[in-house]
């Protein structure tokens, strides 16, 4: 082979080398030992086969609660902070808004942020005695909406929900604006001088020309949301009970229990169920994209 040709190799060699390393092989053997009942009590491991599997997909498995719980999170915070930067982003766009900069540095500044930080900030904000919401509401004679945020079992999972979408918003408003920049202001002009009105021009223009950064958006926010796990242990661990458990904090229980083979075995099923849904996503997505 041509030396210019091996030329580009060289360079990646050393990346691929260390994907190989630190990434493909644990993950490799991490399925492999799903099918086994590798623990920390026994020095044994033994081929089980799919009972890993059939444990987890049992009519009464609470397993099944931490998938519904995965993927519930990942569908509401994914078009939530979608719709909520896609309407900030038009907003800090348009010629009338003063200090734009300044306002939209304020927005992505949570983004920023670690996730284990701004889940214990709001872990303290939210304490039903002495956290600083329900004080201010008690404050200004709005006694009847302080609630138990992260312990009553109707409210605490749209609660994790909100602050997430309060964090990721900024993320999804920034990539938003990069597209609306590169739209050219001709379509805008010609539309105009047409009639069209501003939802006219966002449905027939703004939209569709946005496609390809939104797939993009909802391909990190999906990604992201399968495998959450920070934001929801540093809230609430799960809790109370299994009421915001999931996947990953399966993951992170079973481990912590001496389970390895269980914890593997959640992981690799975590690991196909995001290849899958992500295939399906870009393919319904691209398939709609504006050539």
């Known amino acids: 082979m041509n030396r210019k040709k091996l030329y580009p190799w060289y360079f990646a060699s050393g990346a691929a080398i260390l994907f190989f390393l630190l990434c493909f092989l644990p993950g ?6 799903s099918f086994t009942d590798w623990n920390n009590f026994t020095t044994e491991i033994n081929f089980v086969g799919l009972h890993n599997y059939k444990r987890i997909f049992e009519g009464n498995s609470e397993y099944l609660l931490y998938i519904f719980n995965t993927v519930l999170f990942t569908a509401v915070t994914t078009i939530a902070k979608t719709i909520v930067g896609l309407a900030l982003a038009l907003l800090l766009t ?9 306002q939209r540095m304020i927005i992505f500044s949570p983004q920023v942020m670690s996730f284990l930080v701004v889940g214990l900030v709001f872990k303290s904000m939210l304490h039903p005695t002495t956290g600083f919401l329900n004080n201010f509401l008690k404050d200004i004679g709005l006694d009847f909406l302080a609630k138990s945020w992260l312990t009553d079992l109707k409210i605490v999972f749209p609660t994790v929900m909100t602050v997430d979408t309060w964090k990721g918003m900024g993320y999804i408003m920034m990539v938003v604006i990069a597209g ?3 739209i050219s202001p001709e379509y805008y002009e010609a539309a105009s001088i047409d009639g069209a009105t501003f939802f006219q021009q966002l449905r027939n223009i703004t939209i569709p020309l946005l496609k390809p950064v939104l797939v993009n958006a909802t391909v990190l926010n999906v990604t ?3 495998r959450v796990f920070d934001m929801i242990y540093s809230l609430t661990n799960g809790g109370p009970g299994n009421a915001t458990g999931v996947i990953n904090t399966a993951v992170y229980k079973e481990f912590s229990r001496g389970d390895l083979a269980m914890g593997t075995t959640l992981s690799s099923v975590l690991f ?3 290849l899958a849904l992500l295939y399906f996503i870009i393919r319904a997505m691209e398939s709609k994209e504006v050539e």
Not at 28 to 33: D, R
């Open 94 to 102: 348009r010629q009338f808004i003063k200090f734009k900069n300044f």
């Open 224 to 226: 992201y949301g399968l």
């Open 180 to 182: 609306l920049m590169s």
């Open 28 to 33: 490799v053997l991490g399925i492999a030992y």
């Open 272 to 274: 196909f169920f995001v």
